[in-house]
């Protein structure tokens, strides 16, 4: 089990930049595949961004290609989503959530950070 702690949500004009941390306890984060995702107000859960645990293999959400980087740091625990040219439409609450790599399901996630963008 990994315990997920996410930082760095805010308010930001369109355009902006934000950066979305998430802190993770236990020493086997490297063994973990990390995700973020999102849900906006009246919308289902989807994903936005994962990085294996080896970090070889990233995905990225169509709506956010060329705009957010999703990046890990096994020695420090954390990943991060580096999120650029923010739209409106990115508004939702933030999650990171972990599987242990080769498995399917996340099973841990965080408590969520809310991410606002003005237009």
């Known amino acids: 089990q990994v315990q997920l702690g996410e930082s760095g949500g805010g308010l930001v004009q369109a355009g902006g930049s934000l950066r979305l941390s998430c802190a993770a306890s236990g020493r086997t984060f490297s063994t973990y595949d990390m995700g973020w995702f999102r849900q906006a107000p009246g919308k289902e859960r989807e994903v936005v961004a994962a990085?294996?645990?080896?970090?070889?293999?990233?995905y990225y959400a169509d709506s956010v290609k060329g705009r957010f980087t999703i990046s890990r740091d096994d020695a420090e625990n954390t990943v991060h989503l580096q999120m650029n040219s923010l739209k409106p439409e990115d508004t939702a609450v933030y999650y990171c959530?972990?599987?242990?790599?080769?498995?399917?399901?996340?099973?841990?996630w965080g408590q969520g950070t809310q991410v606002t963008v003005s237009s």
């Open positions: 959530a972990a599987k242990l790599g080769g498995t399917r399901q996340y099973a841990n």
């Open positions: 990085i294996s645990s080896s970090g070889r293999i990233i």
